[in-house]
């Protein structure tokens, strides 16, 4: 089953439309976890567990990984993931970006190496960069579009035509990408006008929306704002607030429940 | 001794504007060589060792290790180039493009983990996604501007006020990235007119171009255009048809010095 499908299921057997971002930072880690490799495949997989039934999706960030030399763990957490929770889908958040020979080789990395359901992809090298993670058998691409970041809009807000570029980004998925496969779209809840902007030209289409938790992106705005007709529509991710909540494993489930409640509240 | 410092030197020393890119696809190896990971490093060294004396940068495109899981591989192939060629600047090509805290995980991966001396970086998420790899102590970034795939005009060339958008990228480069650290851009050698306008802009800039080779950017042309008054700023890169030349090392070699050549007399 591909990436939206699979979604679509979870949100509504969840009810939930909380994705939990996995960024192992090894210096936040409760004191029981040792900070090497293996303590962030250990940690991970208590979070995964602790987490599951409050999520609708998983995003492992790969950058923290790839800092501690620790894709071996990566390897391990999303087949973790696959064995023990497999209504959950998985993005793999690298934000991938490159010409036809050598993305196809990242959708390799993503898709046959991680086993993820859908990966983070850049925009600004154009559709043919994209295509690959759209035309791999299991592939699915989340194409960057508002990001959440403070400095998006340098170029993501300049106007073109009329119509700022993450327009432009979101026309080209709707009236493109779609045709080619499996695409969704990154929109920051750190821009919830910008939000609203992107679902009134996607229609359906998911949204993933990092943003809220440490960013101070507003739940309720989010849901007003990003959710499709049928109420579901949105991947709205929390990391740190979650992972590194007061009170360690227990702590984080509690973070991970409540915020799956302040979704549902306002919808 | 920074990259922008040990490349000005590295081209008066080796009189080459050539970079070899080092993208290795198991299935063009020549023969003799294993197809496993250990494979990857034993062919690129050899290919290290057999063009250096032509090359003014090594470029490894961290996709060919990371879709087969071969990342102790590349931090050898890098820790080979450091201990054997310390003269001779690493690109590690990877066109990262995150927020602030993950964006300082991919700076410790490149700089940190792989030793590289520069990065290639991805703008479209804005500046305060590409000023950690400029304020890494070891760091530098080389920012996608004009890509050399055949798609790359889908965004970058459309224009905001009265220029496309990759002119905004160079001039945000030479306005406010430079004063950050240590920055160059990405021009496609399949795009000549586009090159000659970035260099307008960017002054003595060093510019990363690749396209010449197996993507079939003129020599003679790159030089014309990218050059600037010093006869360098160029760093010109070729991977597959150095690598998978006829003849296997022997051959790379031959091509690497024979594309030195061709640049060089356009100088």
Redesign the interface.
Known sequence: MGFSSLLERRWETSQSLLCVGL?P?TSRFPKSYSTDAEGIEWFLTDIVDATAEYACAFKP?I??F????A?QQL?KVCAYIRDNYPDIPIILDA?????????R??A??AF??YGAHAVTV????????IEPYLTHPQGAAVV?CR??????????S????GEP?YV??AQ?ATTQWAQMGDVSLVVGATYPEELATVRSIVGDMALLVPGVGAQGGDPEVVVRNGCNARGTGVIVNSSRAILYAEGGIAGAAQEAQRTRDALNAAR
Chains 1, 2 share one sequence.
């Open positions: 960024d930072d960030q950058a923290y790839a800092a501690v030399g894709e390897e934000k991938r970006g490159d010409i036809g020979d050598t993305a080789m990242y390799r990395e046959d190496r850049n925009p600004y090298m154009g559709t043919d960069t960057l990001t959440s970041n403070a400095g998006s809009g340098d170029f993501q300049q106007v073109i035509d570029l432009h980004v080209r």
